[in-house]
């Protein structure tokens, strides 16, 4: 099926077996390799990517459900010359050690930026109160990333300094 | 993954007649537990018709309550000011299940429609009488925890898991769907779902193409809300157990084939009785299997806390 995505702000036209997952269309057809397949269920957040602005994971997307649709990888988040405030973050903190994880850690901590911005609930939010910026709130938030090194401490470390330089 | 075709339906007539006219068709909207049940065969359909985008998304006023659209993703129902300010045991329920991720994609159908987690439904070497009609349930001599105490039968033991439903039978939500012959009908949330009897394979009482438009959430009930869950995990976990309180009304999640209305424990309510009187009530009517035993005081706590927080909330 043709279907044409924009991806990281260039309009991407593919012909695509419909079983094809974004993942796979991003990764397979677009090389673009930065979006990992970990489980490929929907359990680990490796291919969590933004699709208009919302992060998901790519790997339970069909891409022709996505023609027209607007998707950033991480391959659209910094270049190597300029890096993205959370991309640099996550290397002053160290908060990695494989990195297999750690291109979804980075767009699902955009989406988790704007969706706290928002003024989102998660659990940890008191009931009609305005969410707060909390190690609490940002480890649920991100509990959809797993990160097998279990690096936590120094991701959520890197999301709060991410989060002051941004603001 | 089997092959299969693919169209985006033009709009929700389009969708139902398309469903009637093809044969193994299915609705796919956000495809969060459809997409990863497809990838291990357990759903194989021949095409898919994708609902995803038809204008069914918008959250309205509508006599006192709110019409959620069928397409509404759960991420914006659990965020709506209206849903946390009138509605929070929805928005706590929703904020419970999945992880963000999954949340922005899943839409209220789909949620509704999802299928159980139970680990003999997801292992294709082992029998299934709902993967297979008359295979067998290998759940009922298995490793069986997490399995219903309420409604069971000997051909299916397995759990509804959403959280979402189980606030929105509590709040004694309507659901508004579309026939295969193109006309609209209503019924509440509490009908939709089906116990397992002998055809655990058919899960709701939904005509074949039937497609789901909208939950419609009546007035709130007098009183306070609250949703209670317990999990082997913190976060991002299927439940063994979860409450959800609505004034006098209570539901109970992952204790059977459907979401669960207590309504033993609400009548005892109504007559005065104290939380543990009224959900010990409910409780005699369970049947546990041995592994889930746990599941009986665990739900006789979660729910007297949970009616405890909902009253506190009044006050």
């Known amino acids: 099926m043709r279907t044409t995505i924009t991806v990281n702000g260039e309009a991407r036209s593919l012909d695509l077996d419909p079983r094809t997952t974004l993942l796979d269309a991003l990764r397979e057809h677009l090389k673009l390799t930065g979006a990992k397949k970990g489980c490929d269920h929907g359990q680990c957040g490796a291919c969590t990517v933004l699709v208009n602005g919302v992060r998901i994971n790519s790997c339970l997307s069909l891409a022709v459900a996505h023609d027209g649709d607007e998707v950033v990888s991480i391959e659209g988040v910094g270049t190597v010359e300029k890096l993205h405030p959370v991309q640099q973050a996550f290397l002053t903190h160290d908060a990695f050690q494989c990195g297999y994880c750690t291109p979804g850690q980075i767009c699902s901590t955009l989406g988790m930026l704007q969706e706290l911005e928002a003024g989102w609930p998660s659990q940890e939010t008191p009931p009609g109160s305005k969410p707060a910026f909390t190690d609490a709130e940002i480890r649920e938030r991100m509990s959809g990333n797993i990160c097998r090194c279990s690096a936590y401490p120094q991701i959520v470390a890197a999301i709060k300094q991410a989060a002051e330089t941004l603001a | ?315």
Request: net charge neutral; with cysteine.
């Open chain 2, 1 to 315: 993954m089997r092959p299969f075709t693919y169209e985006r339906a033009k709009d929700a007539q389009a969708a139902v007649k398309a469903a009637v006219e093809t044969p193994g068709s299915r609705f796919i909207a956000g495809g969060t537990n459809l997409l990863d049940l497809m990838k291990l065969e357990i759903e194989a359909p021949q095409h898919l018709i994708d609902v995803g985008r038809l204008p069914m998304s918008a959250i309205e006023d509508a006599d006192g309550g709110l019409r959620i659209g069928a397409a509404a993703t759960n991420s914006q129902v659990a965020a709506d000011p209206r849903v946390r300010a009138r509605y929070p045991v929805l928005s706590e329920a929703i904020v419970a299940g999945g992880s963000p991720q999954l949340r922005n994609k899943a839409s209220v159908a789909g949620n509704l429609l999802q299928r159980t987690r139970c680990a003999y439904f997801y292992d294709t070497s082992k029998p299934c009488n709902k993967r297979q009609p008359g295979a067998g349930c290998a759940a009922l001599e298995g490793l069986n925890r997490n399995a219903a105490i309420f409604g069971a039968s000997h051909a299916c033991i397995a759990t509804h898991t959403s959280d979402m439903a189980v606030a929105l039978v509590a709040l004694e939500a309507r659901v508004e769907t579309l026939t295969p012959s193109g006309e609209a009908r209503a019924f509440p949330l509490l009908e939709l779902h089906r116990l397992p009897g002998e055809t655990p394979h058919v899960e709701t009482h939904l005509i074949p193409g039937e497609l789901i438009t909208a939950v419609v959430l009546p007035p709130p009930p007098k009183g306070g809300q609250a949703y209670r869950k317990v999990r082997d995990r913190a976060s991002y976990a299927g439940g063994l157990a979860s409450v959800a309180v609505a004034g006098g009304n209570l539901a109970l999640g992952m204790v059977a084939h459907k979401p669960w209305r207590a309504v033993e424990a609400e009548a005892a309510l109504a007559t005065g009785a104290s939380p543990a009187e009224a959900i010990a009530n409910e409780l005699e009517g369970a049947s546990p299997l041995g592994r889930n035993d746990f599941k009986i005081p665990l739900v006789a706590r979660l729910a007297t806390a949970a009616i405890g927080e909902a009253r506190e909330r009044t006050a």
